[in-house]
């Protein structure tokens, strides 16, 4: 008869459920693979094999009881984590959603928006666009692969034991959530500066011609323009986007290694 001690059962169980939190916490955050399309019960297999794959190559402090408070600690600050390395490559996806929004302002197509499954809120037509163009791009990089890649390195970073997370960590977050401004802008700043330029020719043209009507013709003369410019300008977008995931890759390696000393 197979004896088994509390010790090994705890050690069993310390193996496999911290880092089970903290896959499961960035399968849950990170783009693409927090789709709404994707059934949670792959997700929850996703994390369970890469846990298994993971498991017996980690160093992990089977000293603290699972069911004690520190072992409920430790396992908040996987979480915690996770969510915060999915949440940082998120910050990506924001910044071309938001240049989205600006240009369907521009276009005046901020009206024309319907509801997202995969931010569970009503998304506008060209920031829906984008956000589709991102994901085929993220996935064109290996960006998925990279991302799990990111997560599997995060455990020599960030060992699975009590830690002191620090506040320089959060600090990378931050920045990353100022670059959702910056980046969202310099994204849309063409068709920005396109439909600039067409919205004071109309208001010339309405001062030299006041009989005519531009209203009338305004709109669908900024929408034809702007799709014409999109159209020009999508292609160029790609390499941006590229940039763009890879600064966040990087942010998440200084996340986990400035999070804990």
């Not at 920031?127 to 996935?139: D, E, G, H, P």
């Amino acid at each position: 008869m197979l004896a088994v001690s509390d010790a090994q059962l705890n050690a069993w169980l310390a193996q496999f459920l911290w880092p089970l939190a903290r896959i499961l916490a960035v399968l849950a955050t990170a783009p693409l693979f927090n789709e709404s399309a994707i059934p949670r019960l792959t997700k929850i297999g996703l994390a369970v094999m890469m846990t298994v794959a993971l498991a017996p190559a980690l160093s992990v402090d089977t000293r603290v009881p699972v069911a004690s408070l520190d072992g409920l600690l430790i396992l908040a600050q996987q979480i915690i984590v996770g969510i915060a390395m999915g949440f940082t490559m998120r910050l990506a996806f924001a910044a071309v959603q938001m240049a989205g929004e600006l240009v369907g302002l521009q276009m005046g197509l901020s009206f024309a928006t319907f509801f997202d499954p995969g931010t569970g809120a009503n998304t506008a037509v060209i920031s829906r666009l984008l956000n589709v163009l991102a994901v085929l791009v993220f996935i064109g990089v290996d960006g998925h692969l990279m991302m799990l890649a990111a997560l599997a390195l995060s455990f020599e970073a960030i060992p699975l034991a009590p830690l002191s997370l620090q506040i320089d960590g959060w600090g990378v977050v931050i920045e990353q959530g100022a670059m959702v401004f910056t980046s969202g802008v310099l994204l849309a700043l063409p068709m920005i500066a396109a439909l600039l330029a067409i919205n004071l020719a109309l208001g010339i043209l309405n001062r030299s011609a006041p009989q005519l009507s531009v209203f009338s013709v305004g709109f669908p003369i900024s929408l034809s323009v702007g799709l014409i410019v999109l159209v020009v300008v999508l292609p160029n977008t790609l390499p941006f986007m590229e940039t763009l995931f890879r600064d966040s890759f990087s942010a998440i390696s200084r996340f986990a290694q400035v999070i804990v000393r």
